[in-house]
């Protein structure tokens, strides 16, 4: 039996080993909420043990953001700090390596006017462009990690007492970044191997098009010519690997900004900026989405699809069979890390260049020539079910099956 | 009985409307040690009430900062990110206010090598020259509080049961901070009154110089001609009130830089960098430091005197009855912003332009001419004891007495 301790210091061990992989006189930094301080000590400790030049931590508090949503005048939703967008790009042009630990409550901004929040994200999604180039064509070592807490594990257990809520959520996370297995680090280096066969065998079809049928989806995506599936670790462009999320379960790629039609339903509720939507329905027409629809959250949601151009098509096709560990749980996260590793899903925004041959160096006028989507966001929402099938459709038309109510179908 | 909830929520009402007096629309930006989140949190509530556009906060964590000393290269002391740098005087530009919370542990950075820490010092100091003109000529409003913490009350009461620690210090704050009083603004108008009697007394008899005796001391300290003593509540460039340190009982100028003469002992240890320098004695010539000695912390005393030029001057000279609040309490803090409150004091470093007539908008230059210190650092330390007495000593050798015993004589 391996104590609390013990697991935090290994899942410690994986975000700087595997997570980000740190190297000698690299610089870190970590964007976390104050409620994680236990877990970024432990990760800064295994830096700079690793030989980090330097940890920079950007801590943030929840409930001191919520306050600002809640009372700071109207009009000051659209600045982001010009200091902190150059902190990052500095940063990364030094090739620092960047870990995002998520904690949030999935509902911590509920009730606050959805034009608060689309400005700041906007705001956000514009300060941070360069950044996330960096990071979508895998320039940077990146990874995003969770940690358990009070107001994010009461949502996931409401049926718990209180004090049983955090350390229930821990071992759920504990389970899906595989910490509390006998060798975690072997655990992982498994896993890799297992997403890298499925990227090889679909890379090897290069499919034209994907079909998705489901109750509420009707929706074909075509694919990038030169498209390329990706999943597990990546690479930086100093040669180092990484993983950019714990838990990962997908392979994905970048689907053709024009070619996406027909519908396509959610199955599992997306907490986005603070806020949850659930029950959506999106349909597309030659790319673009021309209608959406929610039982809970519409008005964020279609602000989301708002944001700029770019967010109105989508960036990201994932596939994530139903029997993967974290589907297996049976648990809701209402966290977008977790629950997109437990079904299929798609992102509304951006396309990360690497999911094109050659993309990693392209400029941004010949990833959009490409076909990939450019936009200040990038939000995955589910879709996977047990009722979900797949077909890939070849150059020369040939129909073959790639899931099969849920799982993978070769 | 006022609970330790509703202390907390007046304090942070404190530090909002008299410490740094909070404008509409004004910035606010604090720093502050993860350990404080619960402060933090009620300060930004108060400021955004009182109409802050939006607040800042600005969090360290102890450990961290400790493993940095500890672990990081020998070579990477002296470094300070440049965007914080302009995050403080972007800031400090557009008016905003500044809340520090103290609450480190006086041993922090016990046992760690003397050169990284000061160079990480001096790095610091160049990153903020700008910052601390603005604070130093009263151009923004700023405040230091403290904030009680598990290591740093484990220093001033080793005697007490380990769970009553921190509420002690906590108490011993609340009243060096006139919290447990009945109407607590009130008190800080009366305090600040009392202060401005002091000020002005001393402000019309221009002493020439400044004559200590005291068991280790016999030093001599020239005053500038149009000096100017300060005390209690501050006015910005805008005409705003603010109170820099709370508590404050201490009335001060700035000596003239080359009119320093003779020795002078400490009478309480001094909490510098996360390291204790105790039982000091420092020599002046000609406003020089010549010579410096210390039973503990000796290193330390020594890298912070050659920092640079203005480190071998003194900036400040304060005066402190020994029968003022927070001395009759006995308790040694370990905390400068509470010891120098206890206790006729100096600093090392640069002067405040404010303390002398004009100098709110002179030139460096000017400044400099007018025969103020100006250097990366400001450190004050503890000389006062209730066997010190201080003569005045006019244009024209008439000697008066200012204190007796360690209390004034006026």
């Known amino acids: 039996m391996i104590s609390f301790n013990e697991k935090l210091d290994r899942y410690a061990e994986l975000a700087v080993k595997i997570g980000v992989n740190i190297q000698p006189n690299q610089f870190l930094y970590i964007s976390t909420s104050t409620d994680n301080v236990e877990l970024v000590r432990l990760i800064t400790k295994k830096a ?93 070592s990146w990874n995003v990690i969770a940690a358990s807490s009070k107001d994010w594990a009461a949502k996931v257990f409401p049926e718990l007492p209180q004090d049983q809520q955090v350390e229930q959520l821990w071992n759920a996370i504990f389970k899906a970044v595989r910490v509390d297995v006998a060798d975690p680090i072997q655990a992982w280096k498994t896993l890799d191997e297992s997403l890298h066969d499925k990227v090889s065998y679909l890379n090897e079809k290069k499919y034209h098009k994907l079909h998705y049928r489901a109750p509420g989806t009707d929706l074909t995506i075509e694919l990038p010519k030169n498209h390329l599936w990706c999943g597990g670790g990546s690479v930086n462009v100093n040669g180092k690997e990484f993983m950019a999320n714990m838990p990962t379960e997908e392979v994905f790629t970048a689907p053709f900004k024009t070619g996406v039609n027909g519908f396509v339903s959610s199955t599992k509720p997306l907490s986005y900026g603070g806020n949850i939507i659930d029950q959506f329905k999106i349909t597309f027409e030659n790319g673009r989405i021309v209608d959406v629809s929610a039982e809970q959250g519409e008005e964020v949601l279609k602000q989301l699809v708002a944001t700029d151009e770019g967010s109105h098509y989508l960036g990201e096709v994932a596939l994530v069979p139903h029997n993967s560990p974290i589907s297996q749980s049976g648990l809701l996260f209402y966290n977008t890390l977790f629950d997109e590793n437990a079904s299929n899903h798609l992102a509304i925004g951006s396309a990360y260049a690497f999911n094109i041959e050659g993309g990693k160096t392209m400029s941004r006028e010949d990833i959009a020539e490409n076909g990939l989507n450019q936009s200040l966001t990038h939000v995955d929402f589910m879709i996977g079910s047990d009722k979900m099938d797949i077909d890939g459709i070849t150059e020369d038309n040939n129909v073959e099956p790639i899931f099969r109510q849920g799982s993978w179908a070769f």
Not at 52 to 60: E, G, I, P
Not at 88 to 95: C, T
Not at 115 to 136: C, D, H, P, V
């Open 48 to 140: 700079y043990e690793a030989g980090a030049k330097q940890v920079f931590v950007d801590f943030a508090d929840d409930q001191i953001n919520r306050l600002r949503y809640e009372l700071a005048p109207a009009d000051s939703f659209d600045f982001y700090p010009h200091w902190k967008t150059e902190e990052r790009n500095w940063l990364a042009e030094q090739g620092a390596a960047f870990i995002s630990i998520v904690s949030q409550s999935p509902d911590l901004l509920a009730g606050i006017e959805s034009s608060r929040i689309s400005a700041f994200q906007k705001a956000t999604g514009k300060a941070l462009s360069k950044y996330r180039e960096y990071a979508q064509s895998d320039k940077i």
